[in-house]
C-alpha cells in the first residue's frame, strides 16, 4: 500500500494498530446513518474534490482555502494513536497528517481568540443519513485554543498511508487522542476562530452527557454507562476488556493543560 | 379462507417446532462470526441481535391474546414456547454481557447495574421474566390456579415495558425502531386495558 509520503512520529504509540478493514467499516459518521457499518455503505458517493475550508472568525488573513493551497509545504507525518470512542470502545489508528497548529499559524490566529470551531460538511443530496434530524446539522465541534495548537492536534488527510476513505472523514479530518472520538470531526469545511466556547453538536444534543472538553477519563462516567474500561475491538469475541487511562494515555502531553480545572465539573 | 387455513396450520404444528426453530437464529449468529461476518464488534452485534430477538419474542407474545380476539387467529397453543423463547434470548443476552463485554468485573457490573437506568431497568425486566418462566409449565398452573397464574402472568406486560425503554434508553439519539416497539408495547398494553375494563362493566351492568 503506502501511497502518502509520511515521516515517523516519535508520539505514535507502538501498539499494534488495528486492520485497514477494521477502521474503515465501523465508524460513527451520522450523516451517512447511525449504525456502525452505514458509512462505510452510504459514504462512496461523496464528492471531495474540489475540497476548500472556509477560515474565518479572529484569523489575520481569513478566506476560503482550496484543500491543496492548505496543504502546500506541509509536513506529513504517521501519528499512530490510540482512538477512544464515548461509548466504550477503542482502536489503534495509524493516521497521516500534519498538526493544526500549521494551519492556524498560517492563517494568523488573533490575540483574542480563544476557541476554534469547526464544521462538518452538509450536502443532504450525498448524505442519506441528514434526512433524518438525529443531530442538528451541520456536525459542529470545538477546541480551546490551548489545545487545538498542541502538538498532538492533528488535521489527518490519511491512514495506513492512503488517503482518508470517504467514511472515516475525507478529505481532511481532526484527530484529538486525548479525547473522545467524537470531538475528532469529519469532513471538514469550516474553522472559525472565536473568543467564545463554541457550540458542539452532542453536547447541543444532551448537554449532561457530553461535555465541551470530553477528555477521556475514567473518574468520570457518562450517565448512562461507566467509562472506567473499554473494550479494544477488533473482529474478535475475545477482545480484551482494557483500563481506560485518563487522557487516553496521552496526560504527560496535555495533563498540564488543564492545571487547575475541576475536569469532573468541565467534563 | 386465509384466517381458516392459518388456525388449521396451527392445531397441525406441534408447539415444539418452535424450539427448534429458535435454535436457527442462535447457530446463524455462530456461522456468521465464524465467516467473520459479524464486524469489528462481534460482541455487540451478538449481544444486541439476542437482546432485540428477546424483545421481539416478548412483542410476539403480547399479540397472540388481541390476534384471537381482532382476527381470530388462534396461536394460543404456541404462548408458552413464545415466552420461553423470550426468555432464553433474554437470558443469553445478559450472558452475553456479563461474560463476553463486561468479562465479569463484577465491581462495574453492579456499578452499572445500580447506577445506570437503562441498565436497571433492563435487568428488572430480567428479573421479573424469572418467575414467569418458572411457572411456565402445567404443573404451575395446577398449582396456582388458572386465575392465580393469570394474574401472575400479567407481569409480561411490565417485563415489555422495561425491555422498550432498556432499548430505547440505550441508543445515543432518537431512532425509529427503538421507538416504534415501544409505541408497539404501549399500544398492546392500551388495548389489554381497554378489554379488561369493558368487561368489567360488562360483568357489573344491571341486567334489563
Known sequence: RASIEASPSAFSTDAKPNTFEEITTYNNYYEFGTDKSDPSRNAGGLTTAPWSIRIDGLVDRPGEYGLEDLMQGVALEERIYRFRCVEGWSMVIPWIGFELSQILNRVGVQSGARYVAFETLLRPEEMPGVARPSIEWPYREGLRLDEAMNPLTIMATGLYGEPMPNQNGAPIRLVVPWKYGFKSIKSIVRISLTDQMPPTSWNMLQPNEYGFYANVNPEVDHPRWSQASERRIGSSIFAPRVDTVKFNGYGEQVAGLYAGQDLAKDY | ?208
Not at chain 2, 76 to 87: H, K, P, Q, S, Y
Not at chain 2, 127 to 155: C, D, E, F, V, Y
Not at chain 2, 164 to 192: C, D, K, M, N, S
Request: a positive charge; proline letters at 4%; charged letters at 15%.
Open chain 2, 1 to 208: 379462507m386465509l384466517v381458516d387455513r392459518l388456525n388449521g396450520w396451527a392445531r397441525r404444528i406441534s408447539p415444539n417446532w418452535l424450539y427448534a426453530a429458535a435454535v436457527i437464529p442462535v447457530l446463524w449468529l455462530v456461522w456468521q462470526l465464524n465467516t467473520g461476518a459479524l464486524g469489528v464488534d462481534p460482541v455487540k452485534r451478538i449481544e444486541h441481535s439476542l437482546g432485540l430477538w428477546g424483545l421481539q419474542m416478548i412483542v410476539a407474545g403480547l399479540c397472540i391474546t388481541p390476534l384471537r380476539r381482532l382476527a381470530g387467529v388462534n396461536l394460543l397453543r404456541f404462548r408458552r414456547a413464545v415466552g420461553l423463547i423470550a426468555f432464553a434470548y433474554v437470558t443469553l443476552h445478559l450472558t452475553v454481557w456479563l461474560l463476553l463485554d463486561l468479562q465479569l468485573r463484577w465491581g462495574q457490573i453492579w456499578g452499572d447495574i445500580l447506577k445506570r437506568p437503562y441498565i436497571t431497568v433492563g435487568m428488572a425486566g430480567f428479573a421479573l421474566m424469572l418467575p414467569l418462566a418458572l411457572t411456565s409449565n402445567a404443573a404451575s398452573i395446577r398449582r396456582l390456579g388458572a386465575a392465580g397464574w393469570q394474574k401472575l402472568h400479567r407481569i409480561t406486560y411490565l417485563a415489555a415495558l422495561a425491555g422498550v425503554i432498556h432499548y430505547i434508553w440505550l441508543v445515543r439519539t432518537w431512532q425509529a425502531e427503538p421507538i416504534l416497539y415501544f409505541l408497539a408495547v404501549i399500544g398492546l398494553i392500551l388495548l389489554r386495558v381497554l378489554w379488561s375494563a369493558r368487561s368489567r362493566r360488562a360483568r357489573t351492568a344491571p341486567v334489563a
